[in-house]
């Protein structure tokens, strides 16, 4: 057998688990999600047509996310196959190994412009950068793009590179994945002081929970006081986090449901609509 069919039969186990886990495991999912942080990559279009994809989040009572891909297409295809979930945007990769060269391609800004032509993207992202690199010209160009266009960025970075992104981008919205993952949380509220167009997406987000999935004092304080300024994400940037989906989202609401209600409002979808209207 060959290694991709192999990885479909996995992919395809994978989900019939997480369809079976999810019935057995009651989880409240009355109320929607508009997730920050979804991906629609090559990898799994086969295994998970379009269709297929869109109704995982339905059932998962996602009705918005943010879609990103590898390559770009699979935005496309899931904005098409539903365009009132699917807010599509561009990730500057044209293949898997451009994911770590785009950042100096001299072509980039054509690549941008021919993909933003063919469906309304909202924002570039998400794209992966980390320290010096993100102070490149092909990187001033999508930031200027993403200035006359009105879009956002959601960049994957360290803090070095978000301090290098931010200060090129301070009247532009944006979107730090995985909120740096373990910078301190003394560290963002400096920077969400500093900085108004700033949002945390909180998707794999460190040091949240505690063992028993309780948000830590220090996180619990830092969501309401900066209530406006989060969104989640389940991140589905490898197939068996699709297959998870209905355990991810579930984890998503067990910690919002913590958090007084107008807060978990604001944090599961309140932000994310203000920040890209219909
Ligand atoms: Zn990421």
Known sequence: ????????????????????????????????????????????????PPADAISMLKQQNIKRALVSATPAEGAEMLYRADPEIVIPMLRPYKSWRHRYLWFNDPDLETFLLEHLARVPYRGFGEFHVFGEDADSIPMEEMIELARQRKLALHPHTNLEGMRIILEKSPDINVLWAHGGFNVPVATLRELLDTYPKLYIELSLREGM???????????????????????????????????DLPEIAAETRGWLAQLPEGVAADISRNNLDRLFPR
Not at 226 to 235: E, Q
């Open 209 to 243: 929970l505690d063992d028993e999935q309780r948000l830590t004092p220090e996180w619990k304080q830092f969501l309401v006081d900066y209530r406006t300024r989060f969104l989640v994400g389940m991140d589905t940037y490898k197939p068996s986090r699709w297959a």
């Open 1 to 48: 057998m060959n290694t991709y069919s192999s990885m479909k039969r996995l992919v395809l186990f994978f989900i019939l688990i997480a369809t079976v886990c999810s019935t057995a495991i009651a989880v409240d999912t009355s109320y929607s999600i508009h997730d920050g942080h979804i991906h629609y990559d090559q990898d799994v279009w086969e295994t998970l």
